[in-house]
């Protein structure tokens, strides 16, 4: 095993080299190794000063995550050493580049001097986990840059770039030569190195705790902001008690259930893009040019990641009247850009230029990548498949954007089937992170690789899903609707079910299933229900998805007609009554007998715990690869609060065995004749045998 820290003598300066790939993280072996490295420094006086070094693509980019899972994990090592580092009589200079995060970054303030490469970006991004900086974070960072910047940086937990950095004195120098740039810095800080914890943190501090303390108040489901809001002030104070006072925070914030959730979130992502089967080294297909099908709302989202990332963007509609529009909804995009301040002028005017319009499909002939993103109907997909299979070159890739067909009719009917996948982007796909690629019977492992590659380089979370109607996501979100739909049936509205769904004491969604419904487009979600029972797939009894349907048919649509779910003025929601009158008359022509007994529990219990159980067939008929993919998919895409951990995390929270129990209760209380309540047998096995059904994986 090699050692992640190697000390070094250069030009009569000690030189900590950290080399732990991929991120140079500070594991306990790399904490182990500074210190041994300090040591070293110490026991040669001969030496001019120390500077700290990393190798690969980053500095130190993050503390040791992993390690917080570990029975009786403690930063007291990292933090003895630091305060250790600080104290060094001569120089200590951090060589800075990449992304300087975290641990990473506590480590750089613990230093006498910081420069940093063009680029770098700089932050303390540890709310995102549920936690506060844990070695002196919260003291050091207000010493450097105020008590408002502070607060804002790591309430936030966004990164600062370079030159705001040195704007705000958290790094001295911004250079291209890292190494000769800290020899300088250290020899100018020779005679008296400055130590952070001896400054004092400027800026209005009463102000900051009541901005602190008030947005801690708005979101009582984050203990993590109320500590930063406790940890924050203490850094107007003694330094070794405002240490004292972190590390208890921190301390207390790792077995926290929100950051134990967060925490899953974060490696779960990472996880979903190792794929089994798939080799390492595997040569890639190229990708300089991508053409996209269809200029909607969904087609010119998607081609705007593409031009975003400078890749040249072919695009095809059927019209010059469509292909205008197409292009004239891509033209606003980038204005909103530009105005919001995401792009300059220039940068948007460059990267519009890389799109060029077509109404011949023969404009596809050079392109590496096809995204075909036209409105769900197979008839459509399976005719433009043939023809884009015949019209692209050898070796390009055909991706069929859809949200719920089936891929492998798709990549059938191209001719080429290894070469075809399909992709789920969510809208606006411009903005919104998820990305399920579909994985076809025949698709070829270096057409997967290549989109998983692709997917980075637009920066979406992908999580890989095999074929079946609505793949992962809306697989789950049919049976929630199924239950809201069959709520309202039994006489509740459809605000009372929303308003469990988006209360932080019960699940917290930002929007329950009905306004969903009504944003998405009532009609968009009835043609795929009537498509999918159609096609003989669907379930065959009358009652199902009934209200949707009828809604569909009444033109009842949702925000779009003023009318759904909801009565809309502007943007706001009301009851509706001709809604809830034609609910009434459905229930009562399927003999469905209104109830007034029904809990605020038993609503999340309906609502959440179908979608476990369909999780779980969706595992077990290895559609998805592991539990956590599953939550990587609600958290990015569905709106599922990061907090809860995802559907199968919370599962496992409220406890499989419960969750076992009550859909046998409800499959009782409510009958079960069409298997809606049949508990899946990889749940039932796994709430018996005490699993986990979030960290279950195949094989």
């Keep these: 095993m090699t050692h992640p820290v190697t000390f070094l003598r250069e030009d009569g300066f000690g030189i900590a080299l950290i080399d732990n790939p991929p991120v140079n993280s500070l594991d306990p072996a790399t904490t182990d190794g500074l210190i041994a490295a300090l040591t070293a420094f110490e026991s040669d006086p001969a030496l001019k000063g120390l500077i700290l070094r ?57 230093c006498h001097g910081r420069v940093a490469a063009p680029g770098t970006r700089l932050g303390l991004p540890e709310i995102t986990l549920g936690l506060i900086p844990g070695a002196q974070g919260t003291q050091r960072l207000p010493r450097l840059v105020g008590f ?84 924050l002030p203490a850094a107007a104070g003694d330094y ?34 190792r794929i089994p089967g798939l080799p390492d080294g595997l040569a890639l297909r190229p990708v300089q040019s991508v053409g996209v099908l269809g200029v909607g709302t969904m087609g010119a989202g998607i081609a705007m990641n593409f031009a975003l990332v400078d890749l040249p963007v072919t695009l095809v509609e059927t019209t010059p009247e469509a292909l205008a529009r197409g292009m004239e909804r891509i033209d606003t995009t980038f204005a909103q850009l530009v105005k919001r301040g995401r792009l300059t002028a220039e940068a948007a005017a460059a990267k519009r230029a890389r799109m060029t319009g ?53 990549a059938a009917a191209s001719g080429r089937p290894g070469d075809v996948l399909g992709t789920h982007f969510f809208s606006p796909a411009h903005i919104m992170r998820l990305l399920e690629i579909v994985r076809g019977r025949e698709t070829s492992a270096d057409v997967l690789a290549t989109w998983l590659a692709l997917a980075r380089r637009i920066g979406k979370t992908a999580v890989v899903s095999g074929v079946c109607y609505g793949f992962i996501g809306n697989r789950m979100a049919e049976v929630y609707m199924r239950e809201a739909e069959a709520m309202q049936l039994e006489g509740l509205s459809p605000a009372r079910i929303d308003g469990v769904v988006e209360n932080p004491a019960y699940l917290g969604m930002a929007m329950g299933p009905n306004r969903m419904l009504d944003m998405a487009g009532v009609d968009v979600g009835a043609r795929t229900v009537i498509e999918w029972i159609a096609g003989g797939e669907g379930p065959q009894h009358p009652g199902y998805r009934i209200v949707c349907r009828t809604m569909f048919a009444e033109g009842l649509h949702g925000q779009k007609t003023g009318q759904g779910y909801y009565r809309y003025q502007g943007r706001d929601a ?80 409220i406890g499989l065995d419960r969750i076992v129990a009550r859909l046998d209760h409800y499959a009782q209380v409510l009958g079960n004749d069409h298997g809606d309540w049949t508990v899946s047998p990889l749940l039932r096995r796994l709430a018996a045998e005490g699993g986990r059904i979030s960290g279950w994986q195949a094989g």
């Design 54 to 110: 990393c190798t690969g693509r980053t500095f130190v980019a993050g503390g040791d995550i992993p390690g917080f899972d570990v029975p009786g994990y403690s930063a007291a090592a990292l933090n003895d050493f630091l305060i250790r580092l600080e104290g060094q009589s001569r120089p200590v200079v951090a060589e800075l580049f990449g992304s300087v995060l975290g641990g990473g970054l506590e480590l750089a303030m613990a």
């Design 148 to 231: 408002e910047k502070a607060w804002d940086m790591m309430s936030t937990g966004k990164p600062i770039a370079a030159a705001e950095a040195l704007d705000r004195g958290l790094i001295d120098r911004i250079t291209d030569d890292l190494s000769g740039a800290a020899r300088d810095l250290a020899l100018s800080l020779a005679a008296a190195p400055p130590r952070v914890s001896a400054r004092k943190a400027a800026g209005d501090l009463a102000a900051v705790t009541a901005l602190a303390q008030a947005e801690a108040a708005k979101k009582p489901w984050s203990p993590a902001l109320a500590a930063l809001a406790r940890a």
């Design 240 to 273: 070794a008690a405002g240490q004292a006072l972190e590390a208890a925070e921190f301390a207390a914030l790792v077995p926290s259930a929100s950051s134990r959730a967060l925490r899953h979130v974060f490696k779960a992502e990472r996880a979903a893009t």
């Design 358 to 410: 077509s109404t011949d499909l023969a404009a596809f002939a050079t392109c590496d990548v096809v995204v075909e993103a036209v409105f769900e109907d197979m008839a459509l997909k399976l005719d433009l498949a043939a023809r884009l299979g015949a019209i692209c070159k050898p070796g390009a890739i055909i991706a069929s954007n859809t949200s719920t067909l089936d891929v492998d009719r798709i």
């Design 574 to 653: 009301l009851d509706n009554p001709a809604q809830a009158e034609m609910v009434a008359g459905l229930a009562a022509g399927l003999g469905i007998a209104r109830r007034k007994d029904v809990s605020d529990q038993e609503i999340l219990e309906r609502l959440l715990f179908p979608m476990v159980n369909e999780a779980a067939k969706i595992l077990d008929e290895g559609i998805a690869l592991r539990g956590s993919d599953v939550d990587v998919v609600w958290t990015a895409g569905y709106g599922f609060p990061a907090w809860r951990g995802g559907p199968l995390f919370m599962a496992d929270e």
